[in-house]
Every structure is written in C-alpha cells, then in structure tokens.
C-alpha cells in the first residue's frame, strides 16, 4: 500500500471560514497528520471572507487568524494562498455568488467533484476532507466524491463547536489565554473555554470498482454521468445491453450510458459475433484442446465474425449459404466495409480461420477498451468469458441456456 508523504486539507465554506482553524484545531489535538496545504472550495462571497478571515492582518499588524492558530499550536505553516481559494464557476462560468438555480447545482456538483478526482490522484498525498462548512447541497457532494474517489488513507472528518460559539464571527479556535469576545447581544465570551470536537467520519468507498484509467476519465465526466455509471456498477441485474450495428454510430448502449466503438470497428465486429453466439450457447476459444475436439471451430468463428459484418450493410447480396471467400467478396463491395475492413484482413480470416492469438487479441482489446469507460463489475458482464479448455463451466453465472447473463439487443442497419 502507498504510504502518503503529505496531506491536504480539503474544505467547503461559506461565509464563515473559521470551519478551516476550528479542524485544524481538532487535527492537532486528535493528532492526526497535520496538514501541508489548504484548499477551500466556496463561493465568490465566500472566498473574500476566507481571504479576510484566514489571511489578511490586521491593521495593528497582528497577523491572519490562520498564522496564529499555527504559532498558537506550535504547528509549521499550511500552505493557503488566494489561489487555493477556490469560487465555484456557476452555469455561465462566472465566479458563483450563491447556487440557487438548478444549473448552478449542476456545475457546483461537477466542480466539488472533478476536484476531489483530482486531488485523490496524487499517490503521495493524503487527502483529509472537511465537511463541516458551506451549504448541505456542497457537503453531499463532497461526501459523496469521496465514497468514489476516495483511497483506504483518506479521511473525511466533521467538526463540532461548544453551542455558545458556533455563531460568534469572532471565534476562530480555542486560545491557550484568555480572549474575551461578544456575540451580536454584547455578550462576551471567553475564547479559552471553548470545546472543539472532530468527529472522523467513515466512508463506503467504491474506488474498487472502477479501473485506474476510467478513474482517469473521469476528470472530464459530468457528475450526472458519474452517479449513472456508479449506479449501473451497482446494480447491474437492473441494466439493458443494445448493439447498434451501424458504422456511422457504432456503440453499445447500457440503458441510456454510450460507450464508443466508431474507432474500434474490429473489436465491435467481435464484441456482436459473441453477443449473438452467445444467444444460443457457449462461446468457445480455439485453443487446441477445443480445436481437437471441434476441427472445424476456428472455420465457424470467422463465419459468424463475416455474420456480424454483414449487419452492418444492406447494399450487398450476402447470403449465409455463400462460401466463405464469396462472403468476403459480396462485404467488400460496400465502400463503407472496404474503408473500415482491408480486403486482406478478412481473406486472411477466411482462410486460415480465427486463429487463437486473433481471438485473445481482439478480445484483449475489447477488453481494454471497455476499461476505459466502464466499471470492472460492467465489463466482466460484457466482455467474453469463452468456455474453459476442459469443456467445464467459466464463473460466469447462466441462465436459460445463455452465454450471456443478461442479454444484448442487436440492431442491425436493416
């Protein structure tokens, strides 16, 4: 396991910044790892008042609450500048005053959560997030970017203030002297009483789930789209599977979530032969021991391969009584076959069949590609799990007598 060097404060605030000094005063009295960097995420109205608050001296001189709590506590400096200081961009990618429209809800989502991807991306940093500001909408999102990106070192951590202070504009963190201040009664109140509690809160995380490359991907994924992926990852017996056998838009439909095949036309090819052998039984590798047992099998899989082709075109007299060289010649007459399949590539299937280290290539390859953009449990419904070498069963579960789990609709051009 990867031992983090480092940990960054991650925050949302509103208007009352003292959320950051009061938890990194819980950290160092819980004597967790004290944090190396601040960054906050708020509104505009929220980052001057964390800039104010957190980093401005005072006209005597007297410095940022943030640098006293560090001399206070005897702790070195975090890093905080205005740069980390982060103002949500609203629906018109302008510095957000307030989300209060459903579209500044979605950029706040997709905001909070393209930050926590990007700051759990760093396998030397701990990422220590704070839900103890801003509103609950930047809460829930920031908690729930955390049960996906989130890694076992990782914390997520609320705040708790004595009663009495929670509201005093001048509280910022319990003083070792006394510090008397008033709330907006001219009560007064002395900083050195106060109680500050942070409560670690754990999480479910579903990083597993996902492969490193798709957690990759999605840094650029809206969030709408993220909880659609989660969901399905989740649940996958709730799922439809839909191939579109077109060239213009070849890709395979999870109930409304695209994946992309247009430049992977081979594998696409492969990924319908399986998914229609597959209606029927079994799909078997031609590996020796099941050519031995089937000579004709790597015959049988280039012709249902050309089978698969051929939903792609309506244009041509393909006829599944034809030999299989006719079959090439009858694909290759359509202009779109020949741009995305050299007349070579599907002669040489043909005559030598599908060979072994074609069938693992391009299943290899599907594989890859599905990685790219969908979670592991997804994948392992969808890619082929062919028989094993021994004639037994692969620990894909069946039913009805299908390869498949859940089965593919299959569209074709026609």
């Known amino acids: 396991m990867t031992h983090p060097t480092s940990t960054t404060l991650l925050a949302v605030t509103g208007l009352a910044p003292q959320v950051i000094t009061e938890t990194l005063y819980g950290i160092a009295q819980s004597q967790l790892d004290w944090p190396h960097k601040i960054v906050i995420i708020t509104t505009k109205k929220g980052k001057q008042a964390a800039i104010k608050g957190l980093l401005t001296p005072r006209p005597d ?132 009483d106060a109680q500050v509690t942070l409560s670690e809160i754990p999480f479910v995380s579903l990083r ?33 599977l839909t191939l579109y056998a077109h060239f213009n838009d070849a890709c395979l439909m999870i109930n409304d979530f695209k994946v992309d095949f247009s430049d992977n036309l081979m594998e696409y090819v492969f990924l319908l032969m399986c998914a229609h052998q597959g209606e029927q039984s079994e799909i078997k590798r031609p590996s020796a021991v099941n050519i031995k047992a089937d000579p004709e099998l790597p015959q049988k899989l280039a012709d249902n391969f050309l089978k698969a082709l051929a939903l792609f075109v309506t244009d041509t007299d393909y006829r599944d009584s034809m030999s299989p060289a006719n079959k090439v010649n009858a694909l290759t007459q359509n202009d779109a076959v020949c741009k995305k399949f050299t007349h070579k590539t599907l002669n040489d299937l043909v005559n030598k069949g599908m060979t072994l280290s074609m069938f693992d290539s391009r299943r290899n390859d599907l594989k890859t590609i599905l990685q790219r953009q969908l979670p592991m449990t997804l994948v392992n419904i969808i890619l082929p799990h062919p028989n094993t070498d021994s004639g037994g069963e692969t620990s894909e579960k069946r039913t009805q007598g299908s390869f498949y789990r859940i089965p593919f609709i299959i569209i074709g051009s026609g």
């Open 61 to 192: 001189g007297t410095p940022g609450q943030l640098k006293q709590l560090c001399d206070e506590l005897g702790k070195p400096p975090v890093y905080l500048t205005e740069d980390n200081i982060l103002a949500v961009s609203d629906a018109d990618k302008q510095a957000m005053d307030d989300t209060r429209s459903e579209a500044d809800q979605q950029a706040l989502a997709n905001f909070i959560v393209k930050e926590v991807a990007k700051l759990c991306s760093d396998p030397d940093t701990r990422l220590h997030t704070s839900i103890a500001g801003g509103r609950k909408t930047m809460t829930f999102y920031l908690g729930y970017a955390m049960s996906i990106f989130g890694r076992p070192f990782d914390r997520l951590s609320h705040v708790l203030v004595s009663e009495q202070y929670e509201y005093l504009p001048d509280f910022y963190f319990p003083t070792s002297a006394s510090k008397l201040i008033e709330n907006r009664n001219g009560e007064q109140f002395d900083c050195r």
């Open 208 to 240: 597993s789930l996902f492969s490193p490359a798709q957690i990759q991907l999605f840094n650029d994924m809206d969030y709408a789209d993220l909880v659609a992926q989660v969901q399905l990852a989740t649940n996958p017996d709730s799922i439809n």
